[in-house]
């Protein structure tokens, strides 16, 4: 029990009560909650709250103790014994608690500290004791109250980027809207217009149906009409009389022409409508001429090569490899190289490690590797280094110092190729996909086999994205250093001889 002797310590500076629901505030003073609920500075020292004194926590030990020192004065007035006195007794000795055991945390008499329980333990005089633990706890509060000043700035933080995610969320929602907009005005404008080019073909055929059908008509009647006349004067039996009728009927027209037959004079005018290609690739072309008034569109990119044996087309879009004829019989003596671009420079063993398993490639029989033959642990290990180097590629022309990109490049069936950034990139071995990062590789689980990959470069966010460009599925995304500005597009191939399939920059 507490020592009825505390209570001064424990008594609210305001009302002058042993502390109700006591609370600290930021200078280090406590008082009850209720007497600082509507003072805007410190009763004791004046210094300005930071906090309402309603929105501070209780402070857990002065409450207790409070609480403990009431009991005891309740028990006092109540009883007024000789047992009231025992919360300031040591209840094993009865004597007066006058030291503080620092070991054990409690208040002990005389004979405690003497005693082998308290045997090695650490005392302190009890006043010595209660403002050493005073100022613990001030220290403790103070670390409390800047740990709170910490949480509420990351708070303010995480609140200022839900907002600004949900301001970008609601531009990129208009933006959205606006492009789709833009896209259904032009295919609302394409429908009416083809709409209106088949409605003036069918009233052109239509008109010029009715005029035959006028004409079919007119012989149809006439005809009828001569052969009713002429059944009527076949029923005629004296014979003058059918001759006369027969005469008279024939007017001014010949034999011949009377007797010609109408039928292959006339003819069943066709105006077969066709829209040409549009009702049979209507949608194919109208993607075509959507691509013409799309922006922003993919980047024409040209190719410029930084190396011997790669070699560009005059416009620039196809990237060959062009290996050097002594490498010929290399090639079909021992094959391809597993990874890489051989270029004649190196001249050490170089080794291959996929999984578990590894081989050497001597450079005495294969030649050497522009881009040295690259190190894969398993998938479930630490990435292992690709070689710090490579040479012999080709990049962009264009370079790219901000913004938003994409490009796309038609890999066909070739089975290696290397796409991306220079220190970021996205290869394909024949088997698998990889990305290498400054040199460092990472299997790809990724299982397709685009003959077109879409390249998505976003400066801003330092995002580098690949897609399948023939659905836009997502391969795989990386974060590329951009801080060596500007950079261009970085395509690399393996030797083959001959090469009849080159990679193609898409341009449309």
């Known amino acids: 029990m507490v020592s009825v002797q505390c209570s001064e310590d424990l008594t609210c500076s305001v009302c002058l009560s042993i502390f109700m629901d006591p609370v ?12 600082v609920t509507d003072v805007h500075s410190c009763p004791q020292c004046r210094a300005a709250l930071s906090t309402e004194a309603k929105c501070l926590p209780t402070t857990g030990v002065l409450k207790s103790l409070a609480e403990k020192v009431r009991e005891a004065e309740k028990m006092k007035e109540e009883g007024g ?31 405690c500290r003497d005693g082998e329980k308290h045997e090695g333990h650490k005392f302190k005089p009890i006043k010595e004791a209660a403002a050493s633990q005073r100022k613990e706890l001030e220290t403790f509060v103070q670390d409390v109250i800047d740990d709170i000043h910490a949480i509420e700035s990351l708070a303010n933080t ?9 301001e970008t969320s609601e531009q990129l929602m208009t933006q959205i809207g606006r492009q789709f907009e833009e896209m259904h005005q032009f295919l609302q404008r394409r429908e009416d217009e083809i709409k209106n080019e088949l409605k003036h073909k069918e009233e052109d055929g239509i008109e010029k149906m009715s005029h035959s059908l006028k004409s079919i008509e007119t012989a149809l009647s006439e005809r009828k ?41 006339l003819q069943v005018v066709n105006t077969s409508l066709s829209l040409g290609p549009y009702e049979s690739h209507l949608q194919f072309f109208m993607w075509k001429e959507m691509l013409q008034v799309i922006q922003p569109r993919a980047e024409w990119l ?3 090569r930084d190396s011997t044996v790669l070699s560009v087309s005059d416009d620039g ?55 040295p033959p690259l190190t894969f642990a398993k998938q479930s290990e630490n990435l292992s280094s690709f070689p710090s180097s490579r040479t012999n590629y080709a990049c962009s022309v264009t370079e790219f110092t901000s913004g938003q990109h994409y490009w796309e490049v038609e890999v066909g069936s070739r089975n290696y190729w290397e796409l991306g950034l220079k220190d970021d990139i996205l290869l394909y071995d024949g088997l698998m996909y990889h990305t290498l990062h400054h040199n460092v590789g990472l299997p790809l689980a990724f299982e397709g086999r685009p003959r077109k990959i879409g390249v998505y470069l976003n400066c801003s966010s330092k995002k580098l994205s690949f897609y399948d460009a023939d659905n836009m599925k997502h391969i795989h995304t990386l974060c590329p250093d951009l801080t060596s500005m500007p950079v261009s597009a970085y395509f690399n191939i393996r030797r083959k001889e001959p090469d009849h399939n080159p990679i193609t920059v898409c341009w449309y």
């Not at 505030?25 to 406590?30: R, T």
């Not at 300031?88 to 503080?100: A, I, R, S």
């Not at 995480?158 to 949900?166: D, G």
């Not at 671009?341 to 005495?364: D, E, I």
Request: some cysteine.
């Open 302 to 304: 040209s190719l410029k």
């Open 24 to 35: 600290t505030l930021s200078c280090g003073h406590s008082f009850c909650r209720q007497c």
């Open 81 to 111: 014994s000789e047992k009231a006195e025992v919360p300031d007794l040591c209840p094993e000795h009865e004597e007066k608690l006058k030291l503080f055991c620092v070991t054990e945390q409690q208040l002990t008499c005389i004979i």
């Open 225 to 265: 009409e001569m052969e009713v006349k002429a059944t009527s004067i076949l029923e005629i039996s004296d014979s003058e009389k059918f001759l006369k009728s027969w005469t008279e009927d024939k007017s001014m027209m010949t034999t011949e022409d009377l007797f010609r037959p109408r039928a292959n004079e």
């Open 158 to 166: 995480q609140r200022e980027e839900m907002t600004k995610s949900k």
């Open 317 to 371: 879009r196809r990237l060959f490899s062009v290996p050097q004829s002594n490498q010929a019989d290399l090639f079909s003596k021992f094959g391809q190289p597993a990874f890489g671009v051989l270029t004649g420079h190196n001249t050490t063993p170089s080794p291959v490690v996929l999984g578990s398993s590894s081989y050497q490639v001597k450079a005495r029989d294969m030649g050497l590797f522009a881009a």
